[in-house]
């Protein structure tokens, strides 16, 4: 399917839930009709409804991105960025985004191929998450309503400028505060106040975070305006000095809770490896006695540790390993789980070499091996101590390889050090790399450091996904960070951590959030999608709980066919192109084959894996299926 008729598809799928005032933005407000702004340029009308309208000009990316702004702003639309972004690249495509009112609007400019190479524009509408007032003058403006925030220009005076952000974040239904009183102000007050040559001022709302207004007189003579999201502590030194103590209180006994509890798991697992190891040993002597026939071996005598052959030269430690646990360069297939204190992984070399490596590569370390019974051409079973901890590898050929398997509290050492990104006794994770944000659709955070990134949306969704060249720790400091800095919540169920990738869940303002890390060669490959819960059970198209729904739609102008979980369902033309009034199904998880079947044309095949809990949408086209993930 060409690239260009799978973004008109997904336009279409995105207008296909974005029905109802519900999911306009604000109740108050009617919902905006794309269909009605202006086409400056137009040759061909491509597609309009109220949530999406694109058409194409014969002018240049450039020259239909200006006249579409000054088109929009002789109707009250004021244009804004995205802050804390780079200027993308003007020449092959420009995003636009625009507000009047409470209503949020973006344009997408960008050259088309499927249509003769003309300049296509799609008008989208958007739901803003937080409505902030801007100048009427405003220039040079930064707004993010997720975040949010908020920076202008306008030529009002302090005053003047402070009057008219009281009056309407008041008409918003924010309240203003004083941090020197610690309570509202009433309405006629100053609501100012003054600290050097700025002027400032707090503003609070139920179940919201309070924001705080900076107003200053640059040298153009010219006021700048900041709008910013602020703790509920900055608004009261007292509150913020008591809040610190409680903190730390609670930190420290949440520390202490902790170091009791791993001493508990370090002295249960010295207590199964002291098990195991005398079971080992007990096997191995009865082999050893029925073999020599009653052959009596000295106490003091020792196994000879079996060598590597000849041929096989000496193994190296795998470079760019995440883990404070050396690895052999042949080591695949790395599965490590840090709460059960286990390793397993492969080799392609001889279970003499991987045996030689750990005896070489530990000892630096500080751990002291003791020697076992079991250690022949075929198998090798390794005991290391250093002070309480203990680590045991057993060493086997199997087929074509050796694996490698290992346990003991001294891996549930490495694995919080892994996970946690903590300092181990004497061997020192990888320095973290500081990665700077900047934000995507939705006010979503990836990397500015990435090589290559993107993001999307439909109408209960958001993602992002990037591409950057660091360590999974690395990346995972930045989203811990960035994503409280959001009033995103960590949760513990269901995360996943290692060398090798992440997975978290978190709640965020909008709904339940996913992080997903994997790591390729020397980068790591991110995902942060959000679903949007409240707009989702508004639109009451959520499925049971456990099932997926299934949205079907024809842009087609004659009715086709689609075949999915051996149901046959016949879609007329148009149904459910421009609302959610096509077929529908509810299904358990998993992956699916469909066909279409568009009249005097062979069907065409394709699958789609859904998962728990999900809204995706399935358009059928002239290539065939288009399926979307929409919540």
């Known amino acids: 399917?060409?690239?260009?008729?799978?973004?008109?598809?997904?336009?279409?799928?995105?207008?296909?839930?974005?029905?109802?005032?519900?999911?306009?933005?604000?109740?108050?407000?009617?919902?905006?009709?794309?269909?009605?702004?202006?086409?400056?340029?137009?040759?061909?009308?491509?597609?309009?409804?109220?949530?999406?309208?694109?058409?194409?000009?014969?002018?240049?990316?450039?020259?239909?991105?200006?006249?579409?702004?000054?088109?929009?702003?002789?109707?009250?639309?004021?244009?804004?960025?995205?802050?804390?972004?780079?200027?993308?690249?003007?020449?092959?495509?420009?995003?636009?985004?625009?507000?009047?009112?409470?209503?949020?609007?973006?344009?997408?400019?960008?050259?088309a191929p499927a249509q003769n190479n003309a300049t296509s524009v799609q008008y989208g509408a958007v739901a803003l998450q937080t409505d902030l007032p801007f100048p009427r003058d405003a220039s040079a403006t930064e707004y993010s309503p997720q975040r949010p925030y908020l920076k202008a220009q306008t030529a009002d005076t302090l005053e003047k400028a402070l009057a008219y952000f009281g009056?309407?974040?008041?008409?918003?239904?924010?309240?203003?505060?004083?941090?020197?009183?610690?309570?509202?102000?009433?309405?006629?007050?100053?609501?100012?106040?003054?600290?050097?040559?700025?002027?400032?001022?707090?503003?609070?709302?139920?179940?919201?975070?309070?924001?705080?207004?900076?107003?200053?007189?640059?040298?153009?003579?010219?006021?700048?305006v900041e709008i910013k999201a602020i703790t509920p502590d900055e608004l009261n030194p007292q509150i913020a000095r008591e809040a610190a103590l409680a903190e730390r209180?609670?930190?420290?006994?949440?520390?202490?809770?902790?170091?009791?509890?791993?001493?508990?798991?370090?002295?249960?697992?010295?207590?199964?490896?002291?098990?195991?190891?005398?079971?080992?040993?007990?096997?191995?002597?009865?082999?050893?006695?029925?073999?020599?026939?009653?052959?009596?071996?000295?106490?003091?005598?020792?196994?000879?540790?079996?060598?590597?052959?000849?041929?096989?030269?000496?193994?190296?430690?795998?470079?760019?390993?995440?883990?404070?646990?050396?690895?052999?360069?042949?080591?695949?297939?790395?599965?490590?789980?840090?709460?059960?204190?286990?390793?397993?992984?492969?080799?392609?070399?001889?279970?003499?070499?991987?045996?030689?490596?750990?005896?070489?590569?530990?000892?630096?370390?500080?751990?002291?091996?003791?020697?076992?019974?079991?250690?022949?051409?075929?198998?090798?079973?390794?005991?290391?101590?250093?002070?309480r901890k203990k680590i045991s590898f057993t060493v086997m050929q199997m087929g074509q390889n050796t694996k490698i398997s290992g346990h003991g509290s001294g891996l549930e050492t490495v694995a919080t050090a892994e996970v946690d990104t903590t300092v181990g006794e004497t061997n020192q994770p990888a320095a973290l790399k500081n990665l700077e944000a900047e934000e995507k659709t939705g006010g979503l955070p990836v990397p500015k450091e990435s090589t290559n990134s993107g993001s999307s949306q439909t109408p209960f969704r958001l993602e992002a996904e990037a591409t950057v060249s660091a360590d999974i720790n690395s990346v995972l400091a930045f989203y811990r960070r960035e994503l409280a800095a959001r009033n995103w919540t960590e949760e513990a169920k269901g995360a996943q951590v290692n060398a090798n990738g992440a997975r978290l869940n978190f709640a965020s303002p909008q709904g339940p959030a996913m992080l997903k890390l994997e790591r390729k060669k020397s980068d790591t490959v991110i995902l942060l999608a959000v679903r949007k819960q409240a707009d989702a059970a508004r639109s009451g198209l959520l499925p049971k709980v456990g099932q997926v729904k299934i949205l079907i739609g024809n842009i087609m102008d004659e009715a086709s066919e689609i075949t999915i979980n051996k149901k046959t369902i016949k879609v007329a033309a148009g149904v459910g192109a421009k609302g959610p009034d096509g077929p529908t199904l509810e299904l358990p998880p998993g992956k699916y084959a469909f066909s279409i079947k568009n009249s005097g044309k062979p069907a065409k095949t394709d699958t789609v894996t859904v998962g728990a809990d999900e809204i995706w949408g399935l358009m059928i086209g002239p290539g065939g299926g288009l399926a979307l993930q929409m919540y």
């Open 249 to 387: 209180d609670r930190s420290a006994r949440e520390m202490k809770a902790a170091q009791d509890a791993a001493r508990a798991r370090m002295a249960q697992s010295d207590k199964q490896f002291d098990n195991m190891t005398a079971d080992i040993l007990k096997q191995a002597q009865q082999a050893a006695a029925g073999a020599l026939s009653g052959a009596r071996v000295p106490p003091a005598t020792r196994t000879p540790a079996v060598p590597a052959s000849a041929n096989e030269a000496p193994l190296r430690a795998l470079s760019n390993n995440q883990m404070p646990l050396p690895l052999p360069e042949t080591a695949d297939g790395l599965n490590f789980k840090g709460e059960d204190g286990r390793l397993e992984f492969t080799s392609s070399s001889s279970v003499a070499a991987v045996a030689d490596f750990y005896r070489t590569a530990m000892k630096p370390l500080g751990w002291k091996e003791q020697r076992s019974v079991i250690n022949n051409a075929n198998m090798v079973v390794l005991n290391f101590d250093k002070g």
């Open 1 to 111: 399917m060409p690239p260009s008729l799978r973004v008109s598809m997904l336009a279409t799928i995105c207008a296909l839930a974005l029905v109802g005032s519900s999911l306009a933005g604000r109740a108050a407000d009617a919902p905006l009709d794309t269909s009605a702004l202006p086409r400056p340029g137009a040759v061909k009308e491509i597609y309009q409804s109220a949530a999406s309208t694109i058409f194409t000009s014969n002018a240049s990316v450039a020259a239909t991105a200006e006249a579409t702004i000054r088109a929009l702003a002789a109707l009250g639309w004021q244009q804004y960025e995205p802050p804390f972004t780079g200027k993308p690249d003007t020449t092959s495509s420009q995003t636009l985004s625009f507000k009047k009112g409470a209503q949020g609007l973006s344009a997408f400019v960008v050259i």
């Open 167 to 224: 009056e309407e974040m008041a008409a918003r239904g924010w309240s203003v505060w004083s941090t020197k009183n610690a309570t509202k102000i009433s309405a006629g007050e100053n609501i100012g106040e003054a600290s050097g040559n700025a002027i400032f001022a707090h503003f609070i709302k139920d179940r919201t975070a309070p924001l705080r207004l900076t107003l200053v007189r640059n040298e153009a003579a010219r006021t700048v």
